[in-house]
């Protein structure tokens, strides 16, 4: 399976940025590694699109003057063999809850892939707001990047896409200087970090305040994961995180619609 299995590989943080190089050396290990990435830091973009971009190659592939969603497109109909299966990451911060979906630009790159019929994951890493910002190593993403490898692995033969088109992960920054040195792939207890299978939070709380002309938003979602307590139900995806668990989100792209006989009623009598 290793020789065959094609994976297209990109971020939003930048293909210099060693969440993407911790997820190159992972898979490298089970498949070809083709690197679509964006230049520099295109965090949060969502789906925006830049249509004509320069391309460079890179050490891990190509460098694209463009966002992420430029990278999938780009990687799919032109630069590299067409993937068994897309992954994007490991970002700079999780990308946890419902409201964040449409403005990750790791999570979009998963979403583009699906739009294509290819199957994908997006992976990031939580940083608790005490150590933002904060200078990450390689081996600080190694265990998430362990459960990417393990996913891309078995996740397709298990029929997992033939329900879900993508899989949102996010891990917790390990804790225990010996789970970094040993490349993060044992938990604190000696053990591997347990993954859960999630749900999308809804919580939210955003609020903004002005000053001289200058309206500044505040997310303060963020500011609950650094409690201790929090209100995300179990089986949510902060939860998860929250509580020292990789968490994986089962999701499709396209919007769903449902039938509601109260719009029916008025675009009748419009």
């Given at each position: 399976?290793s ?12 293909i ?7 997820l190159?050396?992972?898979?490298s290990e089970?498949?070809?590694v ?39 497109v780009a ?6 063999p067409y ?6 990451g ?13 403005r990750?630009?790791t999570?979009?790159a998963?979403v583009?892939?699906a739009?294509?019929g ?5 992976a ?16 600080e ?19 997992v896409f ?21 490349g ?9 970090t ?5 749900r999308?939070s ?7 305040t ?6 500044t ?6 500011e ?13 995806d902060?939860?998860?995180?929250f509580?020292?668990?990789?968490s994986?989100?089962p999701?499709t ?8 006989e109260?719009?029916d009623?008025l675009?009748?009598r419009?």
């Amino acid at each position: 399976m290793s020789e065959s299995l094609e994976i297209l590989l990109t971020n939003d943080d930048g293909i210099d940025s060693p969440g993407i190089r911790a997820l190159y050396d992972a898979l490298s290990e089970v498949g070809n590694v083709t690197t679509v990435a964006p230049a520099d830091d295109q965090s949060a973009v969502g789906r925006a699109m830049t249509y004509e971009v320069p391309v460079e190659e890179h050490e891990l592939g190509y460098a694209v003057e463009g966002t992420p969603s430029d990278c999938v497109v780009a990687g799919l109909a032109e630069l590299g063999p067409y993937p068994d299966i897309v992954v994007s990451g490991i970002n700079e911060g999780a990308n946890i809850g419902a409201y964040v979906l449409g403005r990750s630009g790791t999570v979009s790159a998963a979403v583009e892939a699906a739009f294509f019929g290819v199957p994908a994951i997006a992976a990031s890493l939580h940083i608790p707001q005490s150590e933002w910002p904060r200078d990450t190593t390689v081996e600080e993403y190694a265990e998430v990047a362990e459960s990417v490898r393990y996913l891309v692995e078995r996740a397709p033969e298990a029929g997992v896409f033939e329900e879900a088109e993508y899989l949102n992960v996010n891990g917790p920054l390990p804790n225990d200087a010996s789970a970094v040195e040993d490349g993060g792939r044992e938990a604190t207890t000696g053990n591997r970090t347990p993954m859960e299978v999630t749900r999308p939070s809804h919580v939210y709380d955003m609020d903004a305040t002005e000053e001289d002309g200058v309206v500044t938003l505040h997310d303060r979602t963020w500011e609950q994961m650094d409690g201790d307590a929090l209100s995300d139900p179990e089986g949510t995806d902060r939860r998860a995180v929250f509580e020292g668990k990789i968490s994986v989100s089962p999701l499709t792209a396209p919007h769903t619609t449902e039938h509601h006989e109260a719009l029916d009623g008025l675009a009748e009598r419009f």
